[in-house]
Antibody, heavy 119, light 110 residues
Framework: QVQLVQSGAEVKKPGASVKVSCKAS????????IRWVRQAPGQGLEWMGW????????NYAQKFQGRVTMTTDTSTTTAYMELRSLRYDDTGVYYC????????????WGKGTTVSVSS | QSVLTQPPSASGTPGQRVTISCSGS????????VNWYQHLPGTAPKLLIY???QRPSGVPDRFSGSKSGTSASLAISGLQSEDEADYYC???????????FGGGTKLTVL
Protein backbone atom coordinates (compact mmCIF):
# COMPACT_ATOMS: atom_id res chain seq x y z
CA GLN A 1 0.00 0.00 0.00
CA VAL A 2 1.01 3.60 -0.46
CA GLN A 3 2.80 4.87 2.61
CA LEU A 4 5.31 7.36 3.89
CA VAL A 5 7.45 6.30 6.83
CA GLN A 6 9.24 9.02 8.73
CA SER A 7 12.30 8.88 10.92
CA GLY A 8 12.11 8.90 14.69
CA ALA A 9 11.90 11.68 17.22
CA GLU A 10 14.81 14.06 17.63
CA VAL A 11 16.04 16.24 20.48
CA LYS A 12 18.32 19.08 19.47
CA LYS A 13 19.98 22.06 21.10
CA PRO A 14 19.35 25.61 19.89
CA GLY A 15 21.56 26.42 16.92
CA ALA A 16 21.86 22.81 15.82
CA SER A 17 20.43 21.20 12.67
CA VAL A 18 17.96 18.38 12.22
CA LYS A 19 17.38 16.18 9.19
CA VAL A 20 14.11 14.29 8.95
CA SER A 21 13.64 11.48 6.47
CA CYS A 22 10.49 10.28 4.75
CA LYS A 23 10.63 6.94 2.93
CA ALA A 24 7.99 6.40 0.28
CA SER A 25 6.68 3.05 -0.89
CA UNK A 26 3.79 1.64 -2.88
CA UNK A 27 3.88 4.16 -5.72
CA UNK A 28 6.19 5.57 -8.37
CA UNK A 29 8.19 8.03 -6.30
CA UNK A 30 9.17 10.33 -9.15
CA UNK A 31 5.55 10.85 -10.23
CA UNK A 32 4.68 13.02 -7.23
CA UNK A 33 6.11 15.82 -5.16
CA ILE A 34 6.58 15.82 -1.40
CA ARG A 35 5.39 18.61 0.85
CA TRP A 36 6.55 19.25 4.38
CA VAL A 37 4.17 20.59 7.00
CA ARG A 38 4.80 21.26 10.65
CA GLN A 39 2.65 21.73 13.72
CA ALA A 40 4.00 23.54 16.74
CA PRO A 41 2.53 22.65 20.12
CA GLY A 42 -1.00 24.05 20.40
CA GLN A 43 -0.80 25.57 16.93
CA GLY A 44 -2.19 24.77 13.51
CA LEU A 45 -0.64 23.25 10.42
CA GLU A 46 2.04 25.26 8.64
CA TRP A 47 3.34 24.62 5.11
CA MET A 48 7.13 24.57 4.98
CA GLY A 49 7.76 23.81 1.35
CA TRP A 50 7.68 21.37 -1.52
CA UNK A 51 10.10 19.31 -3.55
CA UNK A 52 9.61 17.57 -6.85
CA UNK A 53 10.69 13.95 -6.68
CA UNK A 54 11.02 14.07 -10.46
CA UNK A 55 13.70 16.72 -10.83
CA UNK A 56 14.43 18.07 -7.35
CA UNK A 57 12.87 21.48 -7.91
CA UNK A 58 11.98 23.12 -4.62
CA ASN A 59 9.71 25.86 -3.35
CA TYR A 60 10.19 26.95 0.25
CA ALA A 61 7.88 29.04 2.38
CA GLN A 62 9.34 32.49 2.84
CA LYS A 63 9.50 31.97 6.58
CA PHE A 64 12.00 29.13 6.19
CA GLN A 65 14.05 30.43 3.27
CA GLY A 66 17.75 30.19 4.07
CA ARG A 67 17.25 27.71 6.93
CA VAL A 68 15.62 24.75 5.22
CA THR A 69 16.82 22.37 2.54
CA MET A 70 14.63 19.67 1.02
CA THR A 71 16.17 16.87 -0.99
CA THR A 72 15.22 13.51 -2.41
CA ASP A 73 17.10 10.30 -3.12
CA THR A 74 15.32 8.49 -5.92
CA SER A 75 17.47 5.38 -5.46
CA THR A 76 15.96 4.85 -2.00
CA THR A 77 12.66 6.69 -2.65
CA THR A 78 13.36 8.87 0.35
CA ALA A 79 12.76 12.57 0.87
CA TYR A 80 14.65 14.63 3.40
CA MET A 81 14.04 17.91 5.17
CA GLU A 82 16.92 19.62 6.92
CA LEU A 83 16.29 22.60 9.17
CA ARG A 84 19.30 24.55 10.43
CA SER A 85 19.92 27.09 13.18
CA LEU A 86 17.19 25.57 15.28
CA ARG A 87 15.31 27.78 17.71
CA TYR A 88 13.05 26.87 20.61
CA ASP A 89 9.99 27.70 18.51
CA ASP A 90 11.00 25.09 15.94
CA THR A 91 9.76 22.50 18.40
CA GLY A 92 6.89 20.58 16.91
CA VAL A 93 5.76 17.68 14.78
CA TYR A 94 7.04 17.61 11.21
CA TYR A 95 5.01 15.79 8.56
CA CYS A 96 5.82 14.79 5.02
CA UNK A 97 2.96 14.30 2.59
CA UNK A 98 2.58 13.15 -0.98
CA UNK A 99 1.64 16.07 -3.15
CA UNK A 100 -0.81 15.74 -6.00
CA UNK A 101 -0.61 19.45 -6.77
CA UNK A 102 -2.35 22.35 -5.12
CA UNK A 103 -5.64 21.46 -6.80
CA UNK A 104 -5.72 17.87 -5.62
CA UNK A 105 -4.09 18.21 -2.23
CA UNK A 106 -1.85 16.01 -0.08
CA UNK A 107 -3.37 12.56 -0.16
CA UNK A 108 -0.90 10.44 1.81
CA TRP A 109 0.81 11.59 4.98
CA GLY A 110 3.59 10.31 7.16
CA LYS A 111 2.87 9.85 10.85
CA GLY A 112 5.04 12.78 11.80
CA THR A 113 8.42 13.27 13.43
CA THR A 114 8.62 15.10 16.73
CA VAL A 115 11.50 17.55 16.96
CA SER A 116 12.21 19.04 20.34
CA VAL A 117 14.57 21.96 20.67
CA SER A 118 15.86 22.24 24.20
CA SER A 119 19.02 23.29 25.95
CA GLN B 1 -2.28 35.01 12.09
CA SER B 2 -3.12 32.57 9.33
CA VAL B 3 -3.70 33.76 5.78
CA LEU B 4 -6.96 31.82 5.68
CA THR B 5 -9.42 32.54 8.47
CA GLN B 6 -11.42 29.82 10.20
CA PRO B 7 -13.51 29.93 13.37
CA PRO B 8 -11.46 28.41 16.20
CA SER B 9 -14.27 26.13 17.29
CA ALA B 10 -17.54 24.57 16.21
CA SER B 11 -19.88 22.12 17.83
CA GLY B 12 -22.96 20.03 17.23
CA THR B 13 -24.91 17.09 18.53
CA PRO B 14 -24.98 13.65 16.92
CA GLY B 15 -27.05 13.66 13.75
CA GLN B 16 -26.83 17.42 13.29
CA ARG B 17 -25.33 19.28 10.34
CA VAL B 18 -22.46 21.65 10.98
CA THR B 19 -20.55 23.93 8.67
CA ILE B 20 -17.05 25.32 9.01
CA SER B 21 -16.12 28.44 7.09
CA CYS B 22 -12.79 29.44 5.56
CA SER B 23 -12.25 33.01 4.47
CA GLY B 24 -9.46 34.05 2.15
CA SER B 25 -8.73 36.60 -0.53
CA UNK B 26 -8.38 37.24 -4.24
CA UNK B 27 -4.91 35.72 -4.26
CA UNK B 28 -5.86 32.36 -2.80
CA UNK B 29 -9.39 31.01 -2.47
CA UNK B 30 -10.92 33.12 -5.21
CA UNK B 31 -8.55 31.83 -7.88
CA UNK B 32 -7.32 28.48 -6.59
CA UNK B 33 -8.77 25.23 -5.37
CA VAL B 34 -9.51 24.69 -1.69
CA ASN B 35 -8.66 21.46 0.10
CA TRP B 36 -9.82 20.36 3.52
CA TYR B 37 -8.01 18.14 6.02
CA GLN B 38 -9.19 16.33 9.11
CA HIS B 39 -6.67 15.99 11.92
CA LEU B 40 -7.10 13.91 15.01
CA PRO B 41 -4.47 14.60 17.70
CA GLY B 42 -1.59 12.19 17.55
CA THR B 43 -2.38 11.00 14.05
CA ALA B 44 -1.52 12.08 10.53
CA PRO B 45 -3.83 14.60 8.88
CA LYS B 46 -6.26 13.15 6.35
CA LEU B 47 -7.36 14.67 3.05
CA LEU B 48 -11.11 15.13 3.31
CA ILE B 49 -12.03 17.32 0.34
CA TYR B 50 -9.95 18.36 -2.65
CA UNK B 51 -10.58 20.73 -5.51
CA UNK B 52 -13.27 22.60 -3.54
CA UNK B 53 -15.88 19.85 -3.47
CA GLN B 54 -14.39 16.47 -4.41
CA ARG B 55 -14.16 13.59 -1.97
CA PRO B 56 -11.28 11.11 -2.10
CA SER B 57 -12.39 7.51 -2.20
CA GLY B 58 -13.30 6.29 1.25
CA VAL B 59 -14.49 9.63 2.57
CA PRO B 60 -18.18 9.38 3.49
CA ASP B 61 -20.61 11.53 1.54
CA ARG B 62 -21.59 13.14 4.84
CA PHE B 63 -18.67 15.46 4.13
CA SER B 64 -19.08 18.09 1.45
CA GLY B 65 -17.25 21.21 0.36
CA SER B 66 -18.22 24.37 -1.46
CA LYS B 67 -16.64 27.62 -2.55
CA SER B 68 -17.94 31.03 -3.48
CA GLY B 69 -15.76 34.02 -4.19
CA THR B 70 -13.13 34.37 -1.50
CA SER B 71 -14.76 31.93 0.93
CA ALA B 72 -15.15 28.21 1.23
CA SER B 73 -17.11 25.93 3.52
CA LEU B 74 -16.98 22.39 4.80
CA ALA B 75 -20.28 20.81 5.75
CA ILE B 76 -20.67 17.68 7.84
CA SER B 77 -24.12 16.14 7.97
CA GLY B 78 -25.30 13.35 10.25
CA LEU B 79 -22.64 14.30 12.77
CA GLN B 80 -20.96 11.36 14.52
CA SER B 81 -18.76 11.20 17.59
CA GLU B 82 -15.80 10.10 15.50
CA ASP B 83 -16.00 13.38 13.58
CA GLU B 84 -14.58 15.16 16.62
CA ALA B 85 -11.29 16.50 15.28
CA ASP B 86 -9.50 19.58 14.00
CA TYR B 87 -10.36 20.69 10.48
CA TYR B 88 -8.11 22.78 8.25
CA CYS B 89 -8.69 24.47 4.93
CA UNK B 90 -5.77 25.01 2.56
CA UNK B 91 -5.14 26.68 -0.77
CA UNK B 92 -2.35 27.95 -2.98
CA UNK B 93 -1.63 31.65 -2.64
CA UNK B 94 -0.49 33.38 -5.83
CA UNK B 95 1.00 36.36 -3.98
CA UNK B 96 3.00 34.28 -1.51
CA UNK B 97 3.87 31.65 -4.14
CA UNK B 98 3.11 28.95 -1.61
CA UNK B 99 0.44 26.96 0.12
CA UNK B 100 -1.45 28.45 3.03
CA PHE B 101 -3.56 26.86 5.74
CA GLY B 102 -6.38 28.16 7.83
CA GLY B 103 -5.80 28.30 11.56
CA GLY B 104 -7.93 25.23 12.09
CA THR B 105 -11.35 24.62 13.63
CA LYS B 106 -11.79 22.29 16.57
CA LEU B 107 -15.06 20.42 16.15
CA THR B 108 -16.70 19.11 19.30
CA VAL B 109 -19.52 16.59 19.17
CA LEU B 110 -21.65 17.25 22.23
Amino acid sequence: QVQLVQSGAEVKKPGASVKVSCKASGYIFSNFGIRWVRQAPGQGLEWMGWISAYNGDTNYAQKFQGRVTMTTDTSTTTAYMELRSLRYDDTGVYYCARDRGSTYGMDVWGKGTTVSVSS
Amino acid sequence: QSVLTQPPSASGTPGQRVTISCSGSSSNIEVNAVNWYQHLPGTAPKLLIYSNNQRPSGVPDRFSGSKSGTSASLAISGLQSEDEADYYCAAWDDSLHGSVFGGGTKLTVL
